[in-house]
């Protein structure tokens, strides 16, 4: 069973940048789409950005489009989200999960798709 490590979250001000990271341990994750997910206090998890096991396709949610940039290292084992731009919205706890091997755009959007999920980092942006 894979187990998933966030890093890379604090406190930045509006507008500025973090980089974000997901290192798996346990079994490798590299035939499957990881996706990043995010929770504010008293909201649902709000799907971010998801990658298909190639890295050819990325998938991001309307709030993030443009601004957020997922990759991978298969290699490494570790997923990347780049967050750019960064407004108070974002603040949340951001979790990385393990995906199924394929799936569509809605499908790569549907938390009930992804499992393993990691214990979060937490993002703070400033107004």
């Known amino acids: 069973q894979v187990q998933l490590v966030e890093s890379g979250g604090g406190l930045v001000q509006a507008g500025g940048s973090l980089r974000l990271s997901c290192a798996a341990s346990g079994r490798t994750i590299s035939t499957y789409v990881m996706g990043w997910f995010r929770q504010a206090p008293g909201k649902e998890r709000e799907f971010v950005a998801a990658i298909s096991w190639t890295g050819s396709r990325t998938y991001y949610g309307d709030s993030v489009k443009g601004r957020f940039t997922i990759s991978r290292d298969n290699a490494a084992n570790t997923v990347y989200l780049q967050m750019n731009s960064l407004k108070p919205e974002d603040t949340a706890v951001y979790h990385c999960?393990?995906?199924?091997?394929?799936?569509?755009?809605?499908?790569?959007?549907?938390?009930?798709?992804?499992?393993?999920w990691g214990q979060g980092t937490q993002v703070i942006v400033s107004s």
């Open positions: 999960a393990k995906g199924p091997r394929i799936c569509s755009a809605t499908g790569c959007s549907d938390v009930e798709n992804f499992g393993s």
